[in-house]
């Protein structure tokens, strides 16, 4: 009988494509089966598996929004939403197998306070333990297609923007406390230009909308909501200066050189 995998992945963006070797391994260990991820209910994760040759069909969870495993009265509701999802996806597609990949079920905070062994290990590998694999390598990538690449040249093309000049940037998160000051944002696209580099500045829609008024003059600004346009995009920079976000992982899988901001503003001045 050919197996029916079902992998639960209830995460973000940059998790996800970390979980990316693990199916690749789950793919060869059952050979001929078909898997099927389980991804969060919104669109971007449908791009995110579209062109990745381990992945048989995308479905989605109720859930809009990462499970919170960080709040026991938010998770139990969670919870029984996820049961419910995978007894119904069981009974609709006719899994043989399903794996719920968790990867850790506190804030990562509390792991690395803690100094449990479970948060020293990367997560790449973490998954695949969860799903009985061995990676061949630990090495995940995003694929994009030909009209994604068409996009960024276009994009390129119509700004008069140099790949070998090209700098991303990305400050803005999902909340402002999660966002580079508007100072500190000035500061960086200023060091920048000095040293003779063109600039992009990565925004949501979202994020857009809330920081418009303090973009700094003399950059270009890509508000991309489909994320195979800002793959292709982001494999176009000489290197991406970007806040902890999924857009970090993303310019991993490109193998684009990047510097990743956390909450230490200062240090930056030490990569100039």
Not at 97 to 116: D, E, G, N, R
Not at 165 to 171: P, S, W
Request: charged share 20%; proline share 4%; net charge neutral.
């Amino acid at each position: 009988m050919t197996e029916k995998i079902l992998v639960v992945l209830l995460h973000g963006i940059g998790d996800s494509l970390m979980v990316a070797p693990a199916l690749h391994s789950l793919k060869q260990k059952y050979s001929g089966c078909t898997l099927s991820v389980m991804t969060i209910k919104q669109p971007v994760f449908q791009e995110l598996w579209k062109y990745n040759k381990d992945v048989d069909e995308v479905i989605f969870s109720s859930l809009s929004h990462n499970p919170r495993y960080g709040s026991p009265f938010f998770w139990l509701g969670d919870y029984w939403t996820i049961r419910r999802d995978i007894r119904q996806a069981m009974k609709t597609y006719g899994f043989t197998q399903v794996y719920f990949v968790k990867m850790f079920l506190m804030p990562a905070k509390i792991y690395s306070l803690l100094h449990l062994a479970r948060y020293e290990e990367h997560k790449t590998f973490k998954v695949a333990h969860e799903l009985g694999v061995e990676l061949d390598t630990p090495r995940y990538h995003l694929e994009y297609g030909k009209d994604d690449r068409a996009w960024a040249e276009l994009f390129l093309h119509e700004r008069k923007l140099d790949p070998d000049i090209l700098v991303g940037l990305h400050a803005s998160g999902s909340h402002p406390s999660k966002s580079l000051p508007a100072d500190a944002l000035a500061e960086v696209v200023v060091m920048l230009k000095s040293l003779g580099y063109q600039i992009v500045l990565f925004h949501s829609r979202a994020s857009y909308e809330r920081d418009k008024s303090h973009i700094p003059a003399g950059i270009e600004v890509c508000v991309a909501d489909h994320l195979l346009h800002a793959g292709a995009l982001v494999g176009s920079f000489n290197f991406l200066i970007c806040i902890d976000s999924g857009v970090v992982d993303i310019a991993a899988a490109l193998n684009i050189k990047l510097f990743s901001i956390h909450s230490f503003f200062n240090k930056i001045k030490k990569f100039f």
